[in-house]
């Protein structure tokens, strides 16, 4: 139970990595506001956890990570009703697969809001509780952000997605450095091919999987709860001296 007493907060929780991560705060104590767009997959984790658990451990807050008003107004809620947080989780992400040229501006900037002005976005704001909290306990305080192993290796049909979570290992490693005084911890973890809405699609064409386990040392997809576990990890006091780091998390993609 490494996050009794503990208030951590996950973008993105409707489904996914999101979801494995808020199960596994949860399930180690902590209470979980979860936030994402879509209403009715919040409530099913949401449902999941609480089911779970002898006392309810999760709550929902529907909101935007890309919309400034949406994310002030969870900066409110989290400050009334908690009045501190110790954890975050920057989950929310998507892509779509364009190559350069056929590519639109919305396109563009769709990828790059979702993925790294959410992360911009949520920090920021929820840095400001956090900041606030680490003045009057010396807790345990981290944030993590969920980036990918296309930030490590560009994509030609993803250029934009490469691009952000290139970008958003950057920025934990600047968000690292500045809060580095408040005694919060920031890290990111980049996922490789796992079984998540994302790569739903992909996975159900025999040729991509096949790729993937010929291209991957440990020759197979990860899952949700494996990543989870990570960012658990990243999240706790276990990692106390670890800041500004990004843990690769690819079954062996990039050794391969």
Request: glycine fraction near 8%.
């Amino acid at each position: 139970m490494r996050f009794l007493d503990t208030v951590a907060l996950v973008t993105g929780a409707g489904s996914g990595i999101g979801k494995a991560a808020a199960i596994k705060l949860a399930s180690e104590g902590a209470k979980v506001i979860l936030v994402g767009r879509t209403k009715r997959k919040l409530e099913e984790t949401a449902e999941e956890i609480n089911r779970q658990s002898k006392i309810p451990r999760a709550e929902i807050f529907p909101a935007d990570c890309t919309d400034a008003e949406d994310v002030e107004e969870l900066a409110e809620y989290v400050q009334q009703h908690y009045g501190d947080l110790h954890i975050l989780v920057n989950n929310a992400g998507g892509s779509r697969h364009n190559r350069i040229l056929d590519m639109s501006e919305a396109d563009w900037d769709y990828v790059q809001n979702v993925n790294l002005k959410s992360v911009f976005l949520v920090s920021k704001a929820m840095g400001k509780i956090m900041i606030e909290g680490a003045q009057r306990s010396e807790h345990n305080r981290a944030i993590v952000n969920i980036a990918s192993l296309s930030g490590h290796q560009a994509g030609a049909e993803i250029p934009h997605y490469s691009a952000a979570k290139a970008a958003v290992i950057n920025f934990t490693r600047s968000l690292a450095l500045d809060f580095s005084k408040y005694g919060i911890r920031v890290n990111s973890v980049s996922p490789g091919f796992v079984e998540t809405p994302l790569t739903e699609r992909g996975l159900q064409n025999e040729r991509f999987v096949r790729a993937i386990e010929k291209n991957t040392a440990m020759a197979r997809v990860g899952t949700p709860e494996e990543i989870a576990s990570v960012i658990t990890f990243a999240a706790s006091s276990d990692a106390s001296y670890m800041t500004g780091s990004d843990l690769l998390v690819d079954g062996g993609w990039l050794i391969k």
